[in-house]
C-alpha cells in the first residue's frame, strides 16, 4: 500500500475521533508542556546566575575571617551560601547549624556586622538554589572547631603584605560593611542602612558606575572625610532621585556625610554587596567614626591571570599563615561561586527533566493503553483489512503512524500549552528563557514516546489472524 | 475438461476445545471449475464457514492439499496469502463488514489501495462496478447510512473491483429480506454469466437453487448433490 494511502487512512480514523485523539494525547500534551517548561527554567536560570555574577570579576578571590562560636552556633548567611566581599560572612558550617532563609538582618556575635541583604531579597528560586550550595557545603565545609578562637581583624596592613608578597595580583582592596542608621534627605525618621567601607579602587573592581558625581577617593580616605556614594535605590529612597542625593548632606550615625556621586541602578546581584541598597564611605572614616576596630573586614585580590587562581590562592594561604599561624581564613574565589551556582542550577534542571521523563513515560502508557483498547475495538476492521489483502506492515504502518500523529498533536498541543502558561509561572518570579530549541526537543520527545509506545498495540495489531479478527464482535 | 479453480484433497481441520479434540472437516475433497456457480449448502454448526475461511485463505488446516489456481496453498507463507486474498479472491460476508469510518468509495477501492494503486486510477477502475451495482449516487455516503441491501452490494462492489479469479460468499443473503437477497441472488446469476467463478454457502435450500451446482456438507463431510 502506497505512504501516501496509509497516511490518508490514518487521517480519516483520526479526523472521525478527534475527542478521543484530544484524550490520548493528554499525557503527552503534560509532558510536552513540562519539557519546555523545564528548560525555560533551566535557561532563565543560567541567565540569572549569569546576570547576578556579572559584577564579580572572574579572578576575584575574597579573603576573609571568621572567628569561632563558643556557643557552637554559626552564622551561615541563611539562603544564599554566597559571601560578601564586603562582609566575607561566607557560610561557616562548623557549628553544623544553619540559620533559616527568613533571617534577613541577622547580626553575628563575631562583631562586625553584615550586610542587611539576606536571604529575604533573594527571589524564592535562587533561595533554593543556594539551598543546594549549603547542602552540599553542609556536608563537606565543616571544620574542627579547634581553630580560629582568637580574635583576628584583617587590616590595611595586610593587604598590603599581600600585594607585596603574592606575585601575580593586578589589584587589591579591602571592605567591610556595617548597619547604621541614616537620617536626612526626605526621611524623618532614622532608618537603618548598609554602610561599606571601600577603597577608592572599589568601584573599578566591582564594575560599579556611577550617574553622578565619582567614587571615593584615596585622598577621601586619607582624610577620612565624611563623603558618601550612594547606590541607585538608597538615593531615590532618602532624596527621591539621583540628582537631588547629588551634593547633599546625609547623617550616617547623626553625623553629616556629602554625597559625593550616585551609582547608577546594578539591579539585584547574588554576590557582593547589593550596590543598589548601600551607602559607600571611605574605609578609614568608617573605622573613625562608626565601627572602630569592631569589623570583620574583607580582602579582594584580583589574580592577573584568571588560570592562576589555585596559585595565588596558595600564596595567600602562605603570606597570611606567616602573619597569623593558627587562623584559618574563608578564602573563596569568584569562578568557582559561579560554577557552584551553576551546578546547583545544573541539579535542579536535571531534576526537572527526571520529572518531565516520568510525565512522558506516564503519558506514553497512557498512549499505549487508549490504542490497546482502540486495537481492541478495531479488530474486527483490522479482520476486515487483512480478509482484502491488507498485509502486516501496512497494518502496523496504519496503527504505529496514528500513535505517532497522536503524539505529535498532543507535542504541538504541549507547546502551545506552555507558551501560554509561561506568563503565569513567570509571575511567581521565577525566570523564564523560552526558547526553539525546547520547543524542538519536546516535539522529538513526543514523537519518540509515541512511536514507543505505540508499536506494542499496533504490533499485536498486524499479528491478529484474518479469521479470528474478523469473528471478533 | 474446463480449468480447475480449486482442487482440495483431504482437507482436515480440527479445534482443540480443552481437553477434547473437534474435528470440524473431516477429510474434505471438493473442487471447483472455472465459471462454475457452486452452493456449499449444509445446516448451522456442519462447518461451512470454515471451509470458506480456508478456501479463502483465511485459516489454516492440519492436512491434506490445496491448489488454488494451481498455487499449492498448504505450501504458501503469510506473505503469500495477503497477495493471494488480495488478487484471486473476493470475499463477501453476512454482515457485509464493511469499515464504518470509510465512504462506500474508500470501502470499494480498499482492494485496489492494497496493491499499491494510488486513488485517482483505483477510481477509474471501479467505476464500472459502481454503475453496474447502481451505487454511483452514494459513493460519499458512510455504510451506515445505508439498507442492507445496499450495503451488501457496496460489499460486492469490493470484491468485484479486484477482478479476482474467485468470489467467496459467506450467507450473502442472511442478513437481508426476501426482496433484497433476491436482487443480490439475481447478480450473482448476472456475475455468474458474465464468467464469474463463485462459491455461496447458505443453509437455506431456496437460496442453494440459485447455483448451477450444490455441494451439501453435514458434520464435516462434504457430498455432491445428485440433483
Ligand atoms: N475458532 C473456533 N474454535 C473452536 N471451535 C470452532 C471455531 N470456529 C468454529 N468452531 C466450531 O466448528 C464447527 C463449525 O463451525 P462453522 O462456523 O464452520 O459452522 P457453519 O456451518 O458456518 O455454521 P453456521 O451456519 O451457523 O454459520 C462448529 O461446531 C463451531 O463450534
Ligand atoms: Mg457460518
Redesign the interface.
Known amino acids: 500500500?502506497?505512504f501516501?494511502?496509509i497516511l490518508?487512512l490514518v487521517r480519516?480514523?483520526l479526523t472521525?475521533n478527534k475527542f478521543k485523539v484530544l484524550l490520548t494525547s493528554i499525557g503527552i500534551i503534560v509532558g510536552a508542556a513540562t519539557i519546555v517548561i523545564v528548560i525555560a527554567i533551566g535557561r532563565g536560570g543560567k541567565a540569572d546566575v549569569a546576570e547576578q555574577f556579572r559584577n564579580l570579576n572572574a579572578g576575584a578571590i575574597d579573603i576573609s575571617y571568621e572567628q569561632a562560636q563558643s556557643s557552637g552556633f554559626s552564622f551561615g548567611g541563611g539562603g544564599e551560601g554566597m559571601s560578601f566581599p564586603g562582609g566575607g560572612n561566607m557560610p561557616d558550617f562548623s557549628g553544623g547549624n544553619f540559620t533559616p532563609p527568613s533571617g534577613g538582618d541577622f547580626i553575628p556575635p563575631s562583631g562586625g556586622e553584615r550586610p542587611e541583604r539576606g536571604s529575604g531579597e533573594i527571589s524564592g528560586r535562587s533561595g533554593f538554589f543556594s539551598g543546594f550550595g549549603e547542602m552540599f557545603g553542609g556536608m563537606f565545609g565543616g571544620d574542627g572547631e579547634t581553630k580560629n578562637t582568637q580574635k583576628i581583624t584583617l587590616t590595611t596592613d595586610d593587604m598590603d603584605d599581600l600585594a607585596t608578597y603574592v606575585p601575580g595580583l593586578s589589584e587589591t582592596t579591602i571592605s567591610y560593611t556595617t548597619k547604621q542608621d541614616i537620617y536626612g534627605g526626605n526621611i524623618e525618621e532614622t532608618e537603618s542602612y548598609t554602610v561599606a567601607g571601600t577603597l577608592s579602587d572599589y568601584a573599578d573592581l566591582s564594575n560599579l558606575s556611577l550617574l553622578f558625581g565619582e567614587y571615593l577617593t584615596d585622598a577621601d580616605n586619607e582624610n577620612k572625610s565624611k563623603v558618601c556614594v550612594l547606590g541607585y535605590s538608597a538615593a531615590k529612597a532618602i532624596f527621591g532621585s539621583p540628582e537631588d542625593a547629588y551634593d547633599s548632606l546625609v547623617y550616617i550615625d547623626d553625623r553629616p556625610y556629602t554625597v559625593a556621586g550616585v551609582l547608577a541602578e546594578q539591579g539585584t546581584v547574588e554576590a557582593g554587596i547589593s550596590a543598589d541598597e548601600a551607602i559607600f564611605i571611605p574605609y578609614a572614616t568608617g573605622i573613625k567614626y562608626l565601627t572602630g576596630s569592631d569589623i570583620s573586614p574583607t580582602i579582594t585580590v584580583i589574580a592577573a591571570d584568571v588560570n592562576d587562581i589555585q596559585t595565588v590562592i596558595e600564596n595567600v594561604k602562605a603570606v597570611l599563615a606567616s602573619s597569623y599561624p593558627d587562623a584559618e581564613f574563608t578564602i573563596s574565589d569568584a569562578g568557582s561561586k559561579m560554577e557552584a551556582a551553576n551546578k546547583s542550577n545544573e541539579t535542579l534542571t536535571l531534576m526537572l527533566i527526571a520529572m518531565a521523563s516520568i510525565v512522558f513515560v506516564i503519558g506514553g502508557i497512557g498512549i499505549m493503553n487508549v490504542l490497546f483498547v482502540s486495537v481492541k475495538e478495531r479488530t474486527?476492521?483490522i479482520?476486515?483489512?487483512?480478509?482484502?489483502?491488507?498485509?502486516?506492515k501496512?497494518i502496523l504502518l496504519e496503527f504505529l503512524l496514528e500513535a505517532c500523529c497522536i503524539s505529535m498533536i498532543g507535542g504541538v498541543l504541549g507547546v502551545l500549552v506552555s507558551f501560554l502558561v509561561s506568563p503565569v509561572i513567570s509571575t511567581f518570579s521565577i525566570r523564564m528563557e523560552m526558547s526553539v530549541t525546547g520547543a524542538v526537543l519536546a516535539l522529538c520527545f513526543s514523537l519518540v514516546t509515541g512511536t514507543v509506545f505505540g508499536f506494542y498495540p499496533a504490533w499485536k495489531a498486524s499479528k491478529l489472524?484474518?479469521?479470528e479478527a474478523?469473528a471478533s464482535e | 475438461m474446463s480449468e480447475q479453480i480449486i482442487s482440495m484433497q483431504g482437507i482436515c481441520k480440527s479445534y482443540q476445545m480443552g481437553g477434547e479434540t473437534l474435528n470440524v472437516l473431516k477429510s474434505v475433497d471438493f473442487s471447483v471449475n472455472k465459471g462454475e456457480f457452486t452452493a456449499i449448502l449444509g445446516p448451522s454448526g456442519s462447518g461451512k464457514s470454515t471451509l470458506m475461511n480456508i478456501i479463502g485463505c483465511m485459516d489454516s488446516f492440519d492436512s491434506g492439499t490445496y491448489l488454488l489456481n494451481g498455487i499449492p496453498i498448504h505450501e504458501a507463507k503469510e506473505r503469500d496469502l495477503v497477495k493471494i486474498r488480495n488478487e484471486q479472491i473476493g470475499f463477501i460476508f453476512q454482515n457485509y463488514h464493511l469499515i464504518p469510518t470509510y465512504t462506500v468509495m474508500q470501502n470499494i477501492i480498499m482492494p485496489l489501495l492494497m496493491r499499491g494503486e494510488d486513488r485517482k486510477t483505483a477510481e477509474k477502475e471501479c467505476q464500472e462496478v459502481v454503475e453496474m451495482l447502481g451505487l454511483a449516487e452514494r459513493l460519499q455516503h458512510k455504510p451506515s447510512e445505508l439498507s442492507g441491501g445496499q450495503r451488501q452490494r457496496v460489499a460486492i462492489a469490493r470484491a468485484l473491483c479486484s477482478k479476482p479469479s474467485l468470489l467467496l460468499a459467506d450467507e450473502p443473503t442472511g442478513a437481508l429480506d426476501q426482496n433484497s437477497g433476491a436482487e443480490v441472488l439475481r447478480l450473482f446469476t448476472k456475475l455468474h454469466e458474465m464468467g464469474n467463478t463463485i462459491v455461496m454457502i447458505t443453509h437455506d435450500l431456496n437460496v442453494a437453487k440459485w447455483a448451477e451446482r450444490t455441494v451439501r456438507i453435514v458434520d464435516g463431510e462434504v457430498f455432491e448433490d445428485a440433483g
Open positions: 500500500m502506497r501516501s494511502e490518508h480519516l480514523n472521525q474486527k476492521e479482520g476486515i483489512l487483512k480478509a482484502i489483502g491488507g498485509s502486516r501496512d489472524v484474518p479469521v474478523l
